[in-house]
């Protein structure tokens, strides 16, 4: 095989491309850097170059998909919160079901790597964030709804890898409950802040 001439740029893209591929649809365990480097059609050395070993690839791929979830997942003031968390959720839902293995390394088998939390941990500050802005709010309301997306944002991760360990459930009910619970709990955050301030001796007891 004739090697293709590749800028270091193209060339570490090519192999984060090759190695998402195999994350994908294998486990973790399963997945060799030989295999990387065989479908790249490079060497070992050179893999090894690029990405010091089989987490640090992994942990780039990884990072590279929760960059362009993020990308999906902008919230444009001028729509509806609902309907901008909605197109952010199916992203989010369509790259699960492709990459049910990747998702499963991250959250299962990696659960206790820094690096690969931290990108976790990173994605959802910054989905929180947009989120929070959009409902346009301020003060102790602000507080309040803050934690309550922090608790949905984890609740969708929870709900999510349920679905793809078990397959109980469907796609369209995974959807359903995550924008279901979203409702519900931006909700409970508004009255809880309203009779907060109606009635001050309830909010010190």
């Known amino acids: 095989m004739t090697r293709r001439r590749l800028t270091p740029e193209e060339r ?5 491309d090759i190695g998402a591929e195999l994350f994908a649809t294998r486990p973790y365990d399963e997945v060799l850097m030989e295999d990387v480097a065989e479908r790249a059609g490079v060497s070992r050395a050179l893999l090894y170059r690029y990405f ?40 989010h839902i369509d790259y699960f079901a492709a990459n049910r293995c990747t998702v499963l390394t991250a959250n299962r088998t990696l659960c206790g790597d820094p690096v690969i939390q931290a990108i976790i941990n990173d994605e959802l500050s910054a989905l929180r964030a947009r989120m929070l802005d959009a409902c346009c709010l301020a003060g102790r309301q602000r507080d309040v709804a803050s934690a309550a997306l922090h608790a949905w944002l984890v609740f969708v ?26 409702l519900a709990a931006l909700a409970a955050a508004e009255d809880c802040h309203a009779t907060s301030v109606a009635d001050p001796l309830e909010r010190k007891l």
């Open 12 to 16: 570490r893209n090519e192999l984060l």
């Open 157 to 182: 991760r929870v709900m999510c890898l349920e679905w793809l360990e078990t397959q109980n459930f469907d796609r369209g009910e995974v959807r359903s409950v995550c924008l279901r619970t979203l």
């Open 52 to 91: 010091p070993g089989k987490g640090e690839l992994f942990a780039a791929i990884y990072r590279h998909a929760a960059e362009q979830l993020l990308d999906l997942s902008r919230v444009d003031p001028a729509v509806p919160l609902e309907e901008a968390v909605s197109a952010g959720l199916d992203a």
